[in-house]
DNA sequence: CGACCTGTTGATTTAGATCAACTTACGTGG
DNA sequence: CCACGTAAGTTGATCTAAATCAACAGGTCG
């Protein structure tokens, strides 16, 4: 029996924006289902033409595009409380693929239905516009981070955005939170070759700006990673759930 | 005295979804008035409110990021049909600049009503949304291009999408457009230095790919120069029109 | 046990950055 | 009308951050 949304396990965070009780009942009527996967699952292809619309509730993945060259850019992370399928929503194809990189529980929602959220719930659109022009903000930083930094300060904004992330959703225990991902998949999301991605977290270890092992990345002062970072620090504001 | 939408100079090309006439007469009441700017004027600012929205009509521009080491990220270009001001829309605060390249001329929108848009008007409310789910399939697209692409790829891809672009505007003659940006920006929105841009761009006309010059490029073959940028070639939908 | 995956480290190479000149073209002001 | 300053483009020489190549170590799993 799936969650029901009154009782969402991530809507309350502080990271969140606050529903009324009408919009909860709402999405109740809009989530058709719950899905858990495993590590590794697939979760949308490239190209496809998914009739699914998924929110993140636990678990991480990641979203990639792959070149005719072979080569893979990954294009973020995926964390709870992300909204995956925006584009297969409403353009009916998706141009990158997601999938999980540990095991993950997702919201469900039917593509077909997204009109009537449109017509029916003006505030939810609103707050799907939102987060489309937050990625879009994220994506503007990303590309200035791969166009314009060094490695050293690309692999420090990228510890930066995901640890402040990941704070927020309250999984963080004294100052390291987990980060299950694989030294390839930070090295494919800045644009680095994975050996100068290895010398670089060895190099932010030896600065003791940042700590990645064993899937556990401790940050003993964030300020510093950030300023390290050239992370723009004006405020992130609350998001959206869908 | 201001363009009425219904004689729209750019909404009935193939490039735009066309609208019912409803839509073009709510647009008519949305739209506050109409805006020129000279070459070189800024439109929005990073971390500014701007109450203004923006479509571009006429004339060229481009979106860009300032670092704190004082290196600038070209986010992307501004053609006709363009959006501007999104997330100031939605999240009350632009993050990046936008400024005008050539003069320009563009429609004006009142921010204030944009509520009263997706409230009464859900299927231009879905429209914007498929608007800000298009900037971020291209935003991904350019990270993936300045992540894995080595400098020629990097410059064929540009130029094809932005040759592909202003085709579709109608601005092409015999296998040239205007493109009135210096190497400058196209070094800055591909991560690459000024110089290498020009040496690159001396290899693409050796090889008879690309040609840029006096503010003109001219293109013998798209296909050839597409697959020399590793582009992906899937269908680029028609595009709503703001 | 052996195959495979992930991470680590050192040696070598290279694409692209940086540095430095020089050329046009285009104002602007004396 | 010319001198001078500035912006944009071009080209060659040199440097370097990061890529590539190579080898090995520890874990895990069938």
Known sequence: MATQCRNCPIRKLDLFTQMRSEEV???ERFKVGEMTVDA???????GANTPQLFTALSGMGLRYKLLANGRRQVINFVFPGDFLGLQAGVMNEMTHSVEATTPMRLCVFDRSELWTLFKSRPERA???TWLAALEERFLGETVTSVGQKSAIERVAWAFSRIYRRICALGLDRDGEIPLPY?????????GLSLVHTNKTLARLR?????SWSDGRLRVPDIEALEEAGLVDTSLVPRRPLM
Chains 1, 2 share one sequence.
Do not use: K
Not at 40 to 46: K, Q, R, T
């Open 126 to 128: 609103f707050d799907l």
């Open 182 to 190: 694989r030294q390839q998949d930070l090295a494919d999301a800045l």
């Open 25 to 27: 009942e709402f999405m």
């Open 40 to 46: 590794g699952a697939p979760l949308m292809s490239e």
């Open 206 to 210: 030896d600065r003791q700006l940042a």
